[in-house]
């Protein structure tokens, strides 16, 4: 198994609004976080450092996605401001070969092997955060297939052309390329496929996970 992550803030700025990270728990659990803070660049870059520290930190306390989410979303609403956020929280168990996710208003994950692929998504979705003080989004399990590509995004990947079904053809594209090549980066070869004509006006972050045959 091996995590890969690519962040890019819009317009050259050193933060924006995007973030994404893992958290290894013990060598059988694995947590994965990705987040959006409405508007880009440094204009949101407090909020997101302050959303993100607040996702890493409930990570420790619970191991429940939902839960995590509904600590990071009575942040988000304390803020004010009318602050709107996007994230998923996930936890890879390797024992039991799932994944349990809980989606808030972020574009689904990507889940591609050999044999096909599919956007993990739920319906109806879950809101963002911050919309309401209390919140709690649905946890979803998915039983994990063997030699799997799972990549989580931002909506800067998939609507920097401001065409959102392109954007998604473009990123099954890029994952498929990523799939074919194990020995490198995948976060770096979707972001270098995906943005190989035009970059957008959008911070943007991918986080991928390959997981390796399952032993029998």
């Not at 429940?64 to 996007?86: C, F, K, Q, R």
């Not at 956007?119 to 063997?146: C, I, K, M, Q």
């Not at 070869?189 to 959008?202: P, Q, Y």
Request: aromatic letters at 6%.
């Amino acid at each position: 198994m091996s995590v890969t992550a690519w962040s890019s803030p819009a317009g050259g700025a050193l933060e924006g609004g995007d973030w994404c990270e893992s958290v290894a728990l013990s060598r059988e659990t694995l947590v994965l976080t990705i987040g959006d803070v409405c508007g880009h660049g440094e204009a949101v870059s407090r909020p997101m450092t302050i959303m993100r520290a607040a996702v890493l930190k409930s990570i420790r306390d619970s191991r429940v996605p939902s839960d995590i989410l509904a600590t990071a979303n009575g942040v988000a609403w304390n803020m004010g401001e009318g602050l709107l956020v996007t994230a998923i929280v996930a936890l890879v168990d390797f024992r039991l070969q799932t994944l349990t996710f809980a989606n808030a208003g972020h574009p689904p994950p990507l889940l591609f092997t050999e044999g096909g692929h599919a956007f993990l998504e739920s319906t109806p979705a879950d809101l963002p955060l911050g919309v309401f003080p209390s919140f709690r989004a649905a946890n979803y399990v998915v039983t994990l297939p063997a030699e799997a590509l799972l990549t989580f995004y931002t909506d800067g990947v998939t609507e920097h052309g401001r065409d959102p079904i392109r954007g998604e053809a473009e990123l099954v594209e890029a994952v498929r390329l990523a799939y074919d090549r194990p020995e490198r980066d995948a976060a770096h070869v979707i972001a270098s496929h995906v943005f190989a004509s035009v970059r957008g006006t959008d911070d943007a972050a991918a986080l991928v996970v390959r997981f390796a045959a399952i032993a029998g």
